[in-house]
């Protein structure tokens, strides 16, 4: 069954702190992996993407990871924002009948503190 | 270059009551797509258009949801006979394809609805 896990569930860090969400997943084939951010009450925005050759990606501050042997993937901000505070989301693609079919996570809850 | 808009934002109704939820996509999208998400779960897919191609209906929970998308523009979601465990966010994206490997979908707002 093609699942995405993400943890931790929830976040609480200090503003200019850094940290690391991880995401696991078991999605065959596998075609990408992207990492959204949703703020409250907003639809889900891309950070980033990744196919199965690349191993990392940046945004900004956000920087991307992607092993593709151990079906693992992390999201680690640097230097952290009060406006980092949503949620995030891993998505990952699955090849099928010639189009893209996303698996989403639950994502992670991060709340940036002054 | 406005983005993906949901009306209405916000729908409180009876269980039992039928509603409609609207999506109108980036102007030029080929492809359309609806999602649930509940409170504290992940994005739950529900149905895909692209074009003029039979919908993608394997998401949909039951034949209470249904869908359509009127001139390849316009989708609209309907919910008949609405329970409880209907009450979710649901939210609308669309992209240019959906088969390209880079292909990024833009989200609305999402509507917010709550069956009493």
């Known amino acids: 069954k093609n699942q995405v896990e993400q943890s931790p569930q929830s976040l609480i860090i200090l503003e200019g702190k850094n940290c690391t969400l991880q995401?696991?997943?078991?999605?065959?084939?596998?075609?990408?992996l992207r990492w959204y951010k949703q703020d409250t009450g907003r639809g889900p925005v891309s950070l980033t993407i990744?196919?199965?050759?690349?191993n990392t990606k940046s945004n900004g501050r956000y920087t991307a990871t992607l092993d593709a042997d151990t079906k693992q993937s992390s999201l680690h901000i640097t230097a952290s924002q009060l406006s980092d505070s949503a949620s995030y989301i891993c998505v990952v693609s699955a090849s099928s009948g010639g189009y893209n079919k996303l698996i989403f996570g639950a994502g992670t809850r991060l709340a940036v503190h002054p | 270059g406005a983005g993906v808009s949901q009306s209405p934002s916000n729908k409180v109704t009876e269980k039992g009551k039928d509603v409609e939820l609207r999506c109108d996509p980036i102007?030029?999208?080929?492809?359309l797509y609806w999602y649930r998400q509940s409170l504290g779960q992940g994005l739950e897919f529900l149905i895909y258009f692209q074009g003029n191609s039979a919908p993608d209906k394997s998401g949909l929970p039951s034949d209470r949801f249904s869908a359509e998308r009127t001139g390849g523009s316009v989708s609209t979601l309907t919910i008949q006979r609405t329970q409880q465990e209907d009450s979710a966010v649901y939210l609308c994206a669309s992209s240019s394809r959906r088969s390209a490997i880079q292909e990024t979908q833009y989200f609305g707002p999402g509507t917010r609805l709550l069956v009493l």
């Open positions: 990744m196919t199965f050759s690349e």
């Open positions: 995401c696991n997943y078991t999605v065959s084939p596998f075609s990408n």
């Open positions: 102007s030029g999208h080929t492809a």
